[in-house]
């Protein structure tokens, strides 16, 4: 994902990018609300990360300004103020989630991959490489329409990894894709997790590779000689 992130503390905005980028997702950091229309113009932002008590123009009036200009990217709020009115006043505005400070940075993750699959399934509720199909509304996956017989978790790892076709994905990823907040997640099941998907995508031309101290990479199988 691409995110701005509008946020005029300094050591907020800074330790909130970090978390961020440690996911793999690419944030750009803007302290001011009055340039994010333009921006969100010019780049194709999937998600902007806006507080309200912003200078200038406040939060509210930098998404009316989003919204007036037709922009349909999603926004999470940040807010100090507790009050119903404002998270409501936010929420009919277009917002579509917000988070009140101070906030712990693994539930502001949390929140924005919910918007992430959210978006995924707006933008189309199958992922496709090779011969394999993951359905994302059914929880299904198949190779040449023949069904994958997955448990929910390899079927969550199969969606995740297939999602990131192409890119490198570490264990922690992995581990905070899947395990829920009251359960834990280790290592060595993601391996095994890793290794049954291994000999299921096989036929469909495709492999993923362990890079050393990086993590898993998915990608088709070159042709063999």
């Known amino acids: 994902m691409y995110i701005l992130l509008v ?10 990018s970090r978390a961020l980028r440690s996911q793999g997702w690419k944030v750009d950091v ?26 200038g123009i406040d939060g509210f009036e ?13 926004v999470l709020m940040l807010t100090a103020r507790d009050a119903v009115e404002d998270r409501v006043r936010g929420l009919e505005g277009g ?3 917000y988070v009140v400070k101070p ?6 993750l949390a929140r924005v991959r919910v918007l992430e699959r959210r978006a995924r399934r707006r933008d189309g509720d199958t992922l496709q490489m090779g011969a394999l199909r993951v359905d994302l509304d059914g929880r299904r996956a198949a190779i040449d ?3 994958l017989d997955l448990s929910a978790r390899e079927w969550e790892v199969l969606a995740f990894m297939l999602a990131r076709a192409g890119k490198i994905v570490s264990k922690d990823d992995l581990m905070r894709s899947i395990a829920g907040w009251d359960e834990l ?14 000999g299921r995508i096989e036929p469909a031309g495709l492999r993923i590779r362990t890079i050393r101290g990086l993590g898993y990479l998915m990608e088709e199988r070159p042709p063999a000689g």
């Open 7 to 16: 946020e005029d503390d300094p050591e907020l905005a800074e330790s909130t």
């Open 145 to 147: 329409g023949q069904p």
């Open 185 to 198: 997640m280790s290592e060595n099941a993601i391996e095994v997790y890793v290794s049954r998907l291994r």
């Open 62 to 74: 930098t998404l009316r300004r989003l919204r007036e200009q037709g922009s349909r990217t999603p």
């Open 95 to 97: 917002a579509e989630d």
């Open 30 to 55: 803007s302290a001011r609300g009055e340039p994010v229309p333009r921006s969100v113009k010019q780049d194709a932002y999937d998600l902007v990360i806006l507080d309200v008590g912003l200078p």
């Open 103 to 108: 906030f712990a940075l693994a539930e502001l």
